[in-house]
């Protein structure tokens, strides 16, 4: 099994851009597609990027995705930062018969 | 309006049992195949199991597997997961969520069920 190995935290002042990045143990990113959520605190978690890089309906376009095989990794950015985006934030993916969550980024919004 | 709400949550001891349902509406289960994913408190999400639209297919998070069975019920349009040989370390909230296949993203979550296992 592989691991998604995420930064604990990130923070960014109001308007600026953030990217938090999701890094496989491995295996390539490129093989299977993923996932992130964002986790507001006392709140479920809800879908904001899948397959990659693919945002469902009612998601700002501020939010975007994208994997990198070179780093092996994949990052969400998120760009025009709210203070409603202050969250935990996961990355997850898949391999055989098992589904892999990163540990969870905290997202401070300064 | 999709709505999945658990329940069957509480207080076990070490060696117990509980049995949790999901109980879901606003669209047709059947359809579907469902997650188990469960946080512990103040930690991150664990994906616990999946089980197919049919029930034919279903996969477990080693650290579960023997313990924890899921199953379901298209007919009352619910999920459950069995949860017996209970362990401090399977103190969590438990949410179920929908996706359409295994390596599909989870598109709705319940609100979570808190599971605690202590003496």
């Known amino acids: 099994n592989f691991m998604l190995t995420q930064p604990h935290s990130v923070s960014g002042s109001p308007g600026k851009t953030v990217t938090i990045s999701c890094t496989r143990s491995?295996?390539?990113?490129?093989?299977?597609?993923v996932q992130w959520y964002q986790q507001r605190p006392g709140s479920a978690p809800a879908t904001v990027i899948y397959?990659?890089?693919?945002?469902p309906s009612g998601v700002p376009d501020r939010f975007s995705g994208s994997i990198d095989s070179s780093s092996n990794s994949a990052s969400l950015t998120i760009s025009g930062l709210k203070t409603e985006d202050e969250a935990d934030y996961y990355c997850?993916?898949?391999?055989?018969?098992?589904?892999?969550f990163g540990g969870g980024t905290r997202l401070t919004v300064l | 309006e999709v709505q999945l709400v658990e329940s069957g949550g509480g207080l076990a001891q070490p060696g117990g049992s509980l049995r949790l349902s999901c109980e879901a509406s606003?669209?047709?289960?059947?359809?579907?195949?469902m997650n188990w994913v469960r946080q512990a408190p103040g930690k991150g999400l664990e994906w616990v199991s999946y089980?197919?639209?049919?029930?034919?297919?279903?996969y477990y998070a080693d650290s579960v597997k023997g313990r924890l069975t899921i199953s379901r019920d298209n007919a009352k349009n619910s999920l459950y997961l069995q949860m017996n040989s209970l362990r401090d370390e399977d103190t969590a909230v438990y949410y179920c969520?929908?996706?359409?296949?295994?390596?599909?993203?989870?598109?709705?979550w319940g609100q979570g069920t808190l599971v605690t296992v202590s003496s």
């Open positions: 089980i197919s639209s049919s029930g034919t297919t279903i």
């Open positions: 969520a929908r996706a359409h296949d295994f390596w599909s993203a989870y598109d709705y």
């Open positions: 397959d990659d890089n693919l945002r």
């Open positions: 997850q993916s898949f391999d055989n018969s098992n589904v892999v």
């Open positions: 491995s295996g390539s990113i490129a093989s299977n597609f």
């Open positions: 606003g669209f047709t289960l059947s359809s579907y195949g």
